[in-house]
């Protein structure tokens, strides 16, 4: 059976990849990716912005209200999920800098104890013998190699962690960015009068495409299908939205 094009261009694409020189320069600059946290503010900011506008429409309050409630809403909880993006992203990183201190002061304090965690460690890798011993040798000639090793063996951690500046500022982006879209067909409105006779029904087809988009923008990077990410992003958000809504209109019947 002949080759697909579209496996030869893979195959392509993967032995260019693992070429020595590819390999080393991976290995040596590993590069984190920011979308866990672009995806994370994009979904919150989408979610959150339409289930205020949600709620007030379903309050049957006025589009200028509805403006005032989401725009507020995009800076207010766009920075606080920046700052605790922040917070959790720097918290890592410090628990990972005192691990690899106390790592430090073990191997200071007690380095056979440690060389035999090193030993241990490889062992149950499948190394034995005199094999094993030049490994847990090679490890611990070099002091940093031999922190690291046991950061990511012993305790855990990742090889890289997160920038919290980057991570925070990924989140924060996408939150007003994509948390905007469904307030535009308001704030259009506003500005050019009969634009949109009803622009709810307007901002809920732009969060419902913009909610599949997302899952779709996410799915090569989780291995998964397409159209399978989207309506799933589709469904959470549509959940959460449609919530806001019924909250709204029952909180607008009682007042």
Do not use: C
């Not at 040798?137 to 063996?153: F, G, H, N, P, S």
Request: without cysteine.
């Amino acid at each position: 059976m002949a080759a697909h094009p579209a496996d030869d261009h893979a195959s392509g694409a993967l032995r260019a990849a693992h070429t020595a020189e590819a390999v080393r320069r991976r290995l040596r600059s590993p590069h984190h990716s920011y979308l866990r946290d672009f995806v994370y503010g994009a979904v919150d900011g989408t979610v959150t912005t339409f289930a205020v506008a949600a709620g007030a429409i379903g309050a049957n309050l006025r589009s200028s209200v509805v403006i005032i409630l989401g725009v507020a809403n995009l800076i207010a909880d766009g920075f606080s999920m920046a700052v605790s993006n922040f917070l959790a992203t720097r918290s890592d990183r410090q628990r990972r800098e005192r691990a690899g201190r106390d790592e430090e002061r073990h191997i200071t304090i007690f380095p056979e104890g440690e060389r035999e965690e090193i030993r241990q460690i490889y062992a149950a890798k499948g190394f034995s013998g005199d094999e094993l011993e030049r490994v847990v040798d090679v490890i611990t000639a070099d002091r940093a190699r031999w922190i690291e090793t046991m950061l990511q063996e012993e305790l855990g951690f990742p090889a890289e962690t997160a920038d919290p500046y980057r991570a925070a500022a990924s989140t924060f982006v996408a939150f007003l960015l994509v948390g905007f879209i469904p307030l535009v067909a308001f704030v259009v409105r506003a500005m050019v009068p009969g634009t949109f006779d009803d622009p709810f029904v307007w901002s809920s087809a732009l969060t419902a495409i913009t909610f599949f988009g997302i899952g779709t923008l996410k799915a090569p990077f989780v291995d998964e299908r397409w159209w399978r990410s989207g309506l799933e992003t589709l469904a959470i958000g549509g959940f959460a939205a449609a919530l806001a809504y019924a909250v709204g209109a029952a909180i607008g019947g009682i007042v």
